[in-house]
């Protein structure tokens, strides 16, 4: 169950990247082609399948399911950056050991420690906390 929780977060989350088109709002976070650590946040106008808060419900669950969900999730936002999809962004230099339950709490602390942003769709709260976490020197 849990295997297919993570499989439905990734194809979820490979299709929605692929058919937005934020180029306008990706060229206001970059200038020069520098990466700026500035997430692309937006408010949600819409129904966006995982938002801040949906995020963090799933990340504090003591379900399975919920829990698979959540470290799905984080992975494909996590790799999605480490592909370079989000590089004109932020980059994450990520330390070899890091598993997903670290990756996990990580999120879930800043997903509570910035309130204002649960109304965001969650991959750029992903990744400025991964991004936060463990920044290129």
Partial sequence: MMNKSIYL?????LTLSGCSDDSNQNNQNVSNNQVTNQPIQR????????????????????????IGACQGYIMAVNDTMIAGHLNRHMLVCMPKGVNPL????????????????????????????????????
């Fill in 102 to 137: 670290t990756l996990k709490e990580i999120v879930t602390n800043y997903l509570k420690a910035v309130p204002a942003k649960l109304g965001f769709i969650a991959d750029g709260i992903v990744a400025e906390a991964l991004a936060n976490n463990f920044p290129c020197r």
């Fill in 43 to 66: 408010q949600v106008n819409s129904n966006p399948f995982v938002n801040g808060q949906m995020l963090l419900t799933l990340c504090q669950s003591d379900k399975l399911p919920d």
């Fill in 9 to 13: 977060v990734l194809i979820l989350i």
